[in-house]
């Protein structure tokens, strides 16, 4: 199996870096435990250093005997999000988005949402089951947003206030004695044209392979686990898309997935805003689930 992950697993060459920059790299590598912001792929030629991080480390309270990811999440380093982004879906012979449902909304114009018609009757504001949800993305400026959607059990919801340009993630935030979603929760765009996201009954979260980089940060994926059944065989295509020139790339494919395969990289990929990162996957024969992790960081840029 081959990646471009599996490429960092040799120390790549020494490479001169501009002094005004060697402070700061040896501030993330301290942070984090891992070589970012070096400007180049191992193999390639040195490029111009961007200006990617606004604050690299800036402690403010020492969580005595946590590592620095651990500190991360805790807010110890000032200007970087640390997080995980999990996704599953039965796929079968041809390509699908691992995501519950196959969804993946890469829309080119923001617009309101809803929670579809023809969920269940407990699924509603005083009922047993989810009463609120939130929802997570972005706004056509690509800048975080979210908003809580009341249920309405078998009927539509009202549509939000706020136009989303994508859809991260969405969770049940409140609910009656049965503490979960009843039956699936289908988002869609409020004209009731598209559907966006589903959170799958029980579960009262979506699982979505897709990463959307806001603005005024970049992404570094530090991590990716994919699990698939021993039974079978599985294709993983990790994915890249850039909606400023209508393009997208492949960052890697895993051939040959039986059971659980989980790929470091010894210096993160950077991906800069406003760009989206998803997972798709494949198996050999008749169907089977695929599920993944990303872990990865959210670093303010300046």
Same mark, same amino acid.
């Given at each position: 199996?081959?990646?471009?992950?599996? *490429?960092?697993?040799?120390?790549?060459?020494?490479?001169?870096?501009?002094?005004?920059?060697?402070?700061?790299?040896?501030?993330?590598?301290?942070?984090?435990?891992?070589?970012?912001?070096?400007?180049? *792929?191992?193999?390639?030629?040195?490029?111009?250093?961007?200006?990617?991080?606004?604050?690299?480390?800036?402690?403010?309270?020492?969580? @005595?005997?946590?590592?620095?990811?651990?500190?991360? @999440? %805790?807010?110890?380093?000032?200007?970087? %999000?640390?997080?995980?982004?999990?996704?599953?879906?039965?796929?079968?012979?041809?390509?699908?988005?691992?995501?519950?449902?196959?969804?993946?909304?890469?829309?080119? +114009?923001?617009?309101?949402?809803?929670?579809?018609?023809?969920? $269940?009757?407990?699924?509603?504001?005083?009922?047993?089951?989810?009463?609120?949800?939130?929802?997570?993305?972005? $706004?056509?400026?690509?800048?975080?947003?979210?908003?809580?959607?009341?249920?309405?059990?078998?009927?539509?919801?009202?549509?939000? +206030?706020?136009?989303?340009?994508?859809?991260?993630?969405?969770?049940?935030?409140?609910?009656?004695?049965?503490?979960?979603?009843?039956?699936?929760?289908?988002?869609?765009?409020?004209?009731?044209?598209?559907?966006?996201?589903?959170? @799958?009954?029980?579960?009262?979260?979506?699982?979505?392979?897709?990463?959307? %980089?806001?603005?005024?940060?970049?992404?570094?994926?530090?991590?990716?686990?994919?699990?698939?059944?021993?039974?079978?065989? @599985?294709?993983?295509?990790?994915?890249?898309?850039?909606?400023? $020139?209508?393009?997208?790339?492949?960052?890697?494919?895993?051939?040959?997935?039986?059971?659980?395969?989980?790929?470091?990289?010894?210096?993160?990929?950077?991906?800069?805003?406003?760009?989206?990162?998803?997972?798709?996957?494949?198996?050999?024969?008749?169907?089977?689930?695929?599920?993944?992790?990303?872990?990865?960081?959210?670093?303010?840029?300046?």
């Amino acid at each position: 199996m081959r990646s471009l992950f599996s *490429l960092f697993s040799a120390k790549p060459k020494k490479l001169k870096k501009p002094k005004t920059w060697k402070k700061k790299i040896r501030e993330a590598q301290l942070s984090f435990g891992v070589s970012i912001l070096h400007g180049v *792929l191992p193999h390639t030629k040195e490029v111009p250093m961007p200006a990617y991080v606004k604050t690299v480390y800036s402690a403010a309270t020492d969580h @005595a005997g946590l590592d620095q990811h651990n500190e991360t @999440a %805790v807010g110890d380093h000032k200007g970087v %999000v640390s997080d995980r982004k999990f996704g599953f879906n039965n796929v079968g012979t041809s390509a699908v988005v691992i995501s519950d449902g196959g969804l993946l909304w890469r829309p080119t +114009t923001a617009i309101t949402i809803r929670v579809k018609i023809g969920g $269940n009757a407990a699924d509603t504001a005083a009922g047993t089951g989810a009463q609120t949800i939130r929802v997570y993305g972005v $706004n056509s400026d690509w800048e975080e947003i979210f908003e809580d959607i009341i249920l309405a059990g078998a009927s539509v919801s009202s549509a939000t +206030t706020e136009a989303f340009l994508r859809v991260t993630r969405a969770k049940v935030l409140t609910a009656g004695s049965g503490e979960v979603n009843v039956a699936a929760i289908d988002i869609e765009t409020s004209d009731g044209v598209t559907d966006i996201a589903l959170i @799958a009954a029980g579960l009262g979260q979506t699982e979505i392979g897709h990463i959307a %980089v806001p603005a005024g940060r970049v992404l570094l994926i530090e991590a990716a686990t994919i699990f698939a059944d021993t039974s079978k065989t @599985a294709d993983v295509n990790i994915w890249v898309g850039d909606p400023a $020139n209508s393009v997208k790339r492949s960052i890697g494919r895993i051939i040959g997935i039986s059971g659980e395969v989980v790929l470091k990289a010894f210096a993160p990929d950077i991906f800069e805003e406003k760009m989206d990162l998803w997972v798709e996957g494949v198996v050999s024969s008749g169907t089977d689930g695929i599920s993944v992790w990303i872990d990865y960081l959210l670093v303010e840029v300046g």
